[in-house]
């Protein structure tokens, strides 16, 4: 199972970014999917999480200016980002939780994609 992180760049405060994390692989269940993410000299921290119920949740700091979804049919799971503030400024990682085509229970990390928010 590999997952595909993309969408990070360079905005303005204010200003509005889509990223997205493809699912691919022997992949029978997704159970959850999340975006985490991590700034220099911080920790690792979940921003937004997505069940495949369509629970939600959301660190405060994002709540009302990002959203997460997913297309189930495509094993995909994005994060609409809006009103970014510098301290969004992080690199962020998608995550999901996986029942692979053989049976198992895996957790599996993406790349990575830098966001980066300009004053």
């Known amino acids: 199972v590999q997952l595909q992180a993309s969408g990070g760049g360079l905005v303005q405060a204010g200003g509005s970014l889509r990223l997205s994390c493809a699912a691919s692989g022997s992949i029978a269940v997704i159970n959850a999917m999340g975006w985490y993410r991590q700034a220099p000299g911080k920790q690792r921290e979940l921003v937004a999480s997505i069940t495949r119920g369509g629970n939600t949740n959301y660190v405060d700091s994002v709540k009302g200016r990002f959203t997460i979804s997913t297309d189930n049919a495509k094993n995909t799971m994005y994060l609409q980002m809006n009103s970014l503030k510098p301290e969004d400024t992080a690199v962020y990682y998608c995550?999901?939780?996986?029942?692979?085509?053989?049976?198992?229970?895996?957790?599996?990390w993406g790349q990575g994609t830098q966001v980066t928010v300009s004053s």
């Open positions: 995550n999901a939780d996986v029942i692979t085509g053989w049976g198992a229970r895996s957790n599996y």
